[in-house]
């Protein structure tokens, strides 16, 4: 049976809308379906197949306390709130999520050069050689960003 087909929320990369969202997802209904086409949709690795069940209880608690409850607060916008995330990672030294939400912070209308400065700000709060993994994982999201714009251009014309 086909995975079903759904469009991605948060303003993902065109080619992206409207893709097959990975087969793990069946399991966990309509939230989780939400949860795992925002996952793929900014880059996220999905679990593999066989990863599905144990899954498909961090996706709900996820999908329920994150995307359901933190994310949809009144008294942020969701640029402030990919920003709180980005810098958030970077003090933890979550690698993988800031790549995630650094692509995310992009979609939301912050500019290379806003992140740049807010990553070497942080050098000062959380050490130098945080702050340079952080950049370096910056470095390729963004040019990964940038060709992805790219590729996008001709589609929008």
Known sequence: MAS???????????????????SWAKW???????FAVVLTSFGAEAPKDEDARLM??????????????????PGLDLKTRALIC???????????ELGLHLRMARRQGWT??????VLL??????????????MMVASKVFAEFRAEQAAEKPARA
């Open 4 to 22: 079903p087909t759904v469009a991605a929320p948060l303003a993902p990369p065109a080619r992206q809308v409207g893709r097959r969202v990975p």
């Open 28 to 34: 966990c209904g309509a939230a989780g379906l939400l």
């Open 86 to 96: 980005v810098v958030s990672d970077v003090a933890t030294g979550r690698e993988p």
């Open 56 to 73: 498909k209880k961090f996706i709900d608690v996820a999908t329920e306390t994150v995307f359901g409850a933190l994310w949809t607060r």
């Open 121 to 134: 700000h942080l050098s000062g709060y959380v050490g130098v050689p945080i702050t340079r993994e952080s």
């Open 112 to 117: 290379e050069e806003g992140l740049t400065e």
